[in-house]
C-alpha cells in the first residue's frame, strides 16, 4: 500500500534573489522549458507570466508570491517567485516558512547584495537546504568565480561549482558539466529548448580538470566511498557524486553552484536537474512541530498521508469573483473539496468549497490536496497568514510566521465621503493579503492613517486602491511611525475601586517598568504565584499591559523595548472583578512609565549604498548630512558599497537626490535595523 502516495516526486521550492538579479526571468524559462507556457515572457516589456499584477508590469519588479506548478523529469516542482525589493520583505519571510528547498539567484556582475544578505538569513532562520544560480554571464563585467568568492565571504558558504562557463559576456556560448566532464551548448533557434553535450574544448580541458579535482575534493570529506575510489585511481560514478552532494545540501555543509544566462537561454535546464537531483522532497526534511491544544506540549507531526489533516495558510489573495484565496501548504493528511474544517487558530469551522492549484493567476481544479504539497483553499471566510487549518478530532497549532513592524505611515482620505466605506472595506482586504500593511483611524483627527515597509511599498499599496480597487483617494506625504520608551527603571503600586451597578470593583496591582538592554518588542513576565488567585484575573492584568503597550505613555505611540514585570497583587473574591483588574494594570502601567522617564524613539534604517567610485566622497557627506553614521565600506571593481545607519525620518526622497547626484548610476535601499531616542 506504500507506493500509493509518496511525496518524493514533490519538490516545493521558492527562487530569491536581490532586486534585478533575474529571478522572475529565470523563472519564465521554467515554466517555458517545463512545458507550462507556449512562449517566453520577459520582464522587461511586461509580459512575465510570474508578474501577472498591472502593477508588477508597469514597474518591472516583482511584487507579490507567485505560485506555480510545473512537472520535470517526472517530478512535480512547485515553485514560489519570491520578491527581491526589500520593501516586499514579509513575501519572502511567508514563503521560506513553508518551503522544503530554494534556489539563490545571484549576478555575476554585482555578486552578492545587500538583499540577497537578508533573505539567505531569512533562509537560515527556517533552516532552508540551498543551491546557488550565479546568472547574467552575458553581461558585461559577469566574473563567476569571483562571485563564487564573494558567496564564500559574504555567506560563509561552502560553495561548490557543478558547472563552470564557456567564454563570458558578450563571447559566453555554455557551460561544463564537471560532473559528466562534457560541455553542454544551448540551440538558439529554439530559445535554448534543446541542448546538447559534446566534448570539452582543448582550451578548456585544463581548467576544466582543475575544477573537478575541487569538486572531487569537496564531496570526498563526505563519502568514504569517492575517497576510496579517488586514491584507488578509478571512476567515480556520477550517481554517486550527486548522491553525495544531496546529502550535503540536506545538511547545508556545501553550496552547489550553477551558473548561465536566463535571458539567453543558457544553463537553465541544467538547474532544473539540479532542482529535482539536489532539493529534498517533503520527506527528506525534519518534522514539522506543532503545540497540542488540548495537552499544551510540543509535537512533532509526520509528513503522512494517513495522518490528520493540517495544513499552514501562508498567503491570502483577494479575488473579486471567489472571495479569498487562502494558499496552503498540508502537512499532514489529505483535504478534500466540499468538505468542513476546522480553523485552530481562530477556533471557526470553514468549508472547503474549492481546491486549486495555481499557475500564477492562472488555476487548475483538484479534487484533494494531500500532505507535501502546496495549493490555494477556495471557501474561508475567517483565514488570515499564519493561520493553521486541521481537523476537530486533532487540534494542533503550527508555529506562527512573524513579520516585521511597519515604519513608515501616510494619511489617506476619500475625496467623497460617499468613498468612505468603500476605502475601509478596501484597506481591510489590503491588510489581510499583506500582514505589514496596517491601518487605523485616528480618532482625535479623524484621519485613516495606514503604514508600511517603506515608501516603495506604500506607493504600490496607493496605486492598488486607486486603479485596482477604483477608489478615489487623496494621500499626504509619508510620516514615520515613532515609538516610546523609557530611560529608566520604575516601581508602581496602583489601588483601584469602583461601584458599577451596585458593586463595588476593587484590585491592586503592582508593576516594575524597566528598558530592554537589548532592541527588541515589549516583554511581560509574571512573578506572583498562580495559587494566589484564578488565572482570569491575571489574564486581565495582561490584557492591561498590553493594551497598555499599544496606546503608549506620553505621545500615544506603541510602545517598544519595554519589560514589564507584575510583582504583586492584592486579591478580595467579594469585590475582585476582571474589569477591575484590567483598569487597575492600564493606572499603574501609566504611573511607572511616567515615572521610569519616557522618551520618543525613532526609526533607524540600515542602508546599503551602491555608487560609482568616483562618487564616493559626495555620497558619504550626503549621507552624514541626514544624520547617516557609516558602519562599513567595500569596493568592487565596478562600484563602491557604503554601510551606514540613519534616521527614517530624514531618508525621505533621499533615492532621488542621490540618483541625480550621480548621474542615475547610484542605487540605494534600506531596510529597518532598531528604535533610538529621538
Not at 90 to 105: F, H, K, M, T
Request: proline share 5%; hydrophobic share 35%; charged share 25%.
Amino acid at each position: 500500500m506504500q507506493k500509493e502516495y509518496s511525496t518524493e516526486n514533490i519538490r516545493n521550492i521558492g527562487i530569491m534573489a536581490h532586486i534585478d538579479a533575474g529571478k522572475t526571468t529565470t523563472t519564465e524559462r521554467i515554466l517555458y522549458y517545463t512545458g507550462k507556457s507556449h512562449k517566453i515572457g520577459e520582464v522587461d516589456n511586461g509580459e512575465a507570466t510570474m508578474d501577472w499584477m498591472d502593477q508588477e508590469q508597469d514597474r518591472g519588479i516583482t511584487i507579490t508570491s507567485a505560485a506555480t506548478t510545473v512537472f520535470w523529469k517526472e517530478k512535480q516542482i512547485n515553485i514560489i517567485d519570491t520578491p527581491g525589493h526589500v520593501d516586499f520583505t514579509a513575501e519572502v519571510e511567508r514563503s521560506l516558512r513553508v518551503l522544503d528547498g530554494a534556489v539563490g539567484v545571484f549576478c555575476a556582475v554585482s555578486w552578492v547584495e545587500p538583499q540577497s544578505e537578508t533573505v539567505w538569513r531569512q533562509a537560515n532562520t527556517y533552516h532552508v537546504p540551498r543551491i546557488a544560480f550565479i546568472n547574467k554571464m552575458d553581461r558585461m563585467g559577469a566574473d563567476f568565480y569571483g562571485a563564487v568568492e564573494d558567496i564564500r565571504e559574504k555567506l560563509s558558504e561552502n560553495p561548490v561549482p557543478l558547472f563552470i562557463p564557456v567564454g563570458s559576456e558578450s563571447s559566453f556560448s555554455g557551460v561544463i558539466d564537471l560532473i559528466k566532464m562534457q560541455m553542454v551548448t544551448f540551440d538558439p533557434e529554439t530559445e535554448g529548448y534543446k541542448y546538447s553535450y559534446s566534448d570539452i574544448p582543448a582550451d578548456m580541458l585544463e581548467l576544466a580538470n582543475q575544477w573537478r579535482e575541487k569538486l572531487i575534493d569537496s564531496v570526498s570529506a563526505f563519502s568514504d566511498e569517492i575517497t576510496d575510489l579517488y586514491f584507488s585511481g578509478e571512476d567515480i560514478p556520477a550517481d554517486m557524486i550527486i548522491k553525495t552532494l544531496h546529502k550535503c545540501v540536506l545538511d547545508r555543509t556545501l553550496l552547489p553552484v550553477f551558473c548561465g544566462s536566463s535571458l539567453k537561454n543558457i544553463g537553465v535546464q541544467c538547474l532544473l536537474d539540479g532542482i529535482v537531483d539536489l532539493l529534498p522532497c517533503p520527506d527528506e526534511i525534519p518534522p514539522a512541530t506543532g503545540i497540542s491544544v488540548k495537552k499544551e506540549e510540543s509535537v512533532s507531526i509526520p509528513n503522512d498521508p494517513k495522518g490528520p489533516p493540517l495544513a499552514l495558510v501562508f498567503k491570502l489573495q483577494f479575488d473579486r469573483e471567489a472571495g479569498p484565496l487562502a494558499f496552503a501548504r498540508v502537512y499532514s493528511g489529505v483535504f478534500r473539496t466540499r468538505t468542513a474544517v476546522l480553523n485552530i487558530s481562530r477556533k471557526k469551522r470553514e468549508r472547503i468549497n474549492r481546491i486549486l492549484r495555481m499557475h500564477a493567476n492562472r488555476t487548475e481544479e483538484t479534487e484533494e490536496l494531500k500532505c507535501g504539497d502546496i495549493g490555494v483553499f477556495v471557501g474561508f471566510k475567517e483565514a488570515r497568514t499564519g493561520d493553521t487549518i486541521g481537523s476537530e478530532g486533532s487540534q494542533i497549532l503550527l508555529e506562527k510566521i512573524v513579520f516585521p513592524v511597519p515604519v513608515i505611515s501616510i494619511a489617506i482620505e476619500p475625496d467623497s465621503t460617499s468613498e468612505q466605506d468603500k476605502l475601509k472595506k478596501t484597506l481591510e482586504i489590503l491588510s489581510m493579503e499583506d500582514p505589514t500593511f496596517t491601518w487605523k483611524e485616528n480618532e482625535e483627527t479623524g484621519q485613516t492613517v495606514i503604514s508600511g515597509m517603506g515608501e516603495l511599498h506604500l506607493d504600490v499599496l496607493l496605486t492598488r486602491i486607486q486603479k485596482d480597487f477604483k477608489v478615489n483617494c487623496r494621500a499626504g506625504k509619508p510620516q514615520v511611525t515613532y515609538r516610546e520608551s523609557v530611560t529608566s527603571s520604575a516601581e508602581h503600586t496602583q489601588n483601584f475601586s469602583k461601584i458599577l451597578a451596585g458593586k463595588e470593583n476593587a484590585a491592586s496591582v503592582t508593576l516594575r517598568i524597566s528598558r530592554l538592554e537589548e532592541h527588541g518588542p515589549c516583554i511581560y513576565e509574571n512573578h506572583v504565584s498562580a495559587k494566589v488567585m484564578p488565572q482570569q484575573f491575571f489574564d486581565a492584568i495582561q490584557r492591561g499591559v498590553e493594551n497598555s503597550f499599544h496606546s503608549g505613555i506620553k505621545f500615544g505611540y506603541e510602545c517598544t523595548d519595554l519589560k514589564v514585570e507584575l510583582l504583586d497583587v492584592q486579591y478580595n473574591e467579594l469585590t475582585a472583578t476582571e474589569y477591575a483588574y484590567e483598569a487597575c494594570t492600564a493606572m499603574c502601567f501609566d504611573q511607572a512609565a511616567q515615572a521610569a522617564g519616557p522618551v520618543m524613539m525613532e526609526p533607524i534604517m540600515a542602508v546599503t549604498l551602491v555608487v560609482p567610485n568616483q562618487n564616493v566622497g559626495d555620497t558619504i557627506s550626503s549621507l552624514t548630512a541626514r544624520g547617516g553614521l557609516v558602519q562599513s565600506m567595500e569596493s568592487k571593481p565596478n562600484a563602491d558599497h557604503i554601510y551606514a545607519l540613519a534616521p527614517l525620518a530624514k531618508l525621505f526622497g533621499y533615492s532621488t537626490a542621490l540618483r541625480s547626484s550621480t548621474q542615475g548610476r547610484g542605487t540605494f535601499s534600506m531596510e529597518f535595523s532598531h528604535y533610538a531616542n529621538v
